[in-house]
């Protein structure tokens, strides 16, 4: 019998990815939607990548609330859990991402428990395992690894809110919602093809570089994956009972901002002048960080190499990950695309 699965935040960059790939394999798709709207537009920007969009069943859920999570996960076989707030700038409050972050994974978890469901995968991050360790920080951080949330200095808000999700979800199963066979999918920066033209934080880097948006980089960088193969690892956890209880880090090659630059002004000639060589000093980085939050949370990253091992979720998948430079290719291809930029 046809599996369905429920993917919450359907609107978002990888859960675009992945409910395309469902749908490839056959499965049945229910998504969660803040708006209904919303998911129209979401299916009129799918649809050509695959007809079978319009049988994706739609429930509007919001996080932040109860309504519409017992209707969402009614009957269905597995949740992929992706929908969490990743908001492009720095909240004021920590709490307006902790709290939907935490709160929502809560809920669909309880609402999994009411329902019998038992498979969840959620969507957490590397931001859960290499943030908040200071001095500490491990050289190559493994699925052992926690971010510590209370070490603001070296923890960001988005950070604690990973972190304190997947920490809630894992008590969550170990405790009251015993049953549930849970799996966490931890991705470093997601790069690779959009699938609509919303484009949103980690591919808006890349829209940015190649708008001529930042004139100078930071010495900063970032391990990449590719789109592909956070969805693949989704699924693959899914049909997979080894995963159960399971954490699964997705990174491959780390990239400073200015060899990303590099990568992209070699893809795409024609962006030459708007994509940025120049370094911007680390005095520069600090000074503005005085007057925008933003800016501030580049200054733990300044020269700083955060790094995650694979070698678990490439056992599962049974071969490497996409390179890194391919996903920065294909997000600027598929920019050019929708003319996004
Ligand atoms: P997007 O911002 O594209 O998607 C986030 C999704 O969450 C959207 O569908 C959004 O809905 C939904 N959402 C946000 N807040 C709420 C809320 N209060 N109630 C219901 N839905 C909400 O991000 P990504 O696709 O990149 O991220 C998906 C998941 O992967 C997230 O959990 C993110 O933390 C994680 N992740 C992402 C990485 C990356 O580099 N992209 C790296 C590691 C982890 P709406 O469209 O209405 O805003």
């Known amino acids: 019998m046809t599996k369905t699965v429920l993917v919450t935040g359907a609107s978002g960059f990888i859960a675009q990815q992945l409910i395309l790939d469902l749908l490839d394999k056959g499965y049945q798709v229910r998504g969660t939607v803040r708006s209904l709207a919303k998911g ?135 405790g009251e919602g015993k049953g549930i066979q849970l799996t966490a999918i931890n991705p470093v920066a997601v790069f690779g093809p959009i699938r609509s033209e919303q484009v949103k934080t980690s591919v808006g880097v890349v829209a940015q570089l190649m708008g001529g948006k930042i004139p100078a980089l930071p010495n900063v960088g970032i391990q990449v994956v590719d789109v592909r193969d956070v969805s693949a690892a989704h699924i693959a956890t899914m049909e997979n009972d080894e995963s159960i209880g399971e954490r699964y880090i997705l990174a491959d090659e780390f990239f ?67 390179p890194g430079r391919d996903a920065f290719i294909a997000s600027g291809e598929t920019l050019i695309d929708y003319k996004v930029v």
């Open 40 to 174: 129209n537009v979401l299916k009129d920007a799918l649809r050509p990548h695959n007809v079978k969009i319009d049988e994706m069943e739609l429930v509007e859920c919001d996080l932040e609330s109860d309504k519409g999570w017992d209707e969402a996960v009614a009957g269905v076989d597995v949740i992929q859990h992706l929908a969490s707030p990743f908001p492009m700038s720095v909240p004021k409050d920590p709490n307006d991402l902790i709290r939907p972050a935490r709160d929502g994974a809560l809920r669909v978890l309880k609402a999994a428990k009411k329902a019998g469901i038992n498979r969840v995968i959620m969507t957490s991050s590397f931001a859960a395992v290499g943030y908040g360790w200071g001095d500490d920080l491990p050289e190559v951080c493994t699925e052992e690894h926690w971010t510590n949330p209370n070490n603001t200095a070296d923890c960001r808000p988005y950070m604690q809110s990973k972190t304190l999700a997947e920490r809630a979800a894992w008590e969550y199963v170990e």
């Open 256 to 322: 400073s901002m200015k060899e990303c630059s590099q990568v992209l002004k070699e893809a795409f000639p024609n962006y030459a002048d708007k994509l940025p060589t120049r370094s911007m000093p680390d005095f520069l980085v600090k000074l503005i960080a005085l007057f925008s939050a933003d800016m501030k949370s580049m200054v733990t990253e300044l020269n700083k190499r955060r790094m995650g091992s694979s070698d678990k979720v490439k056992q599962l998948l049974g071969r490497d990950l996409i």
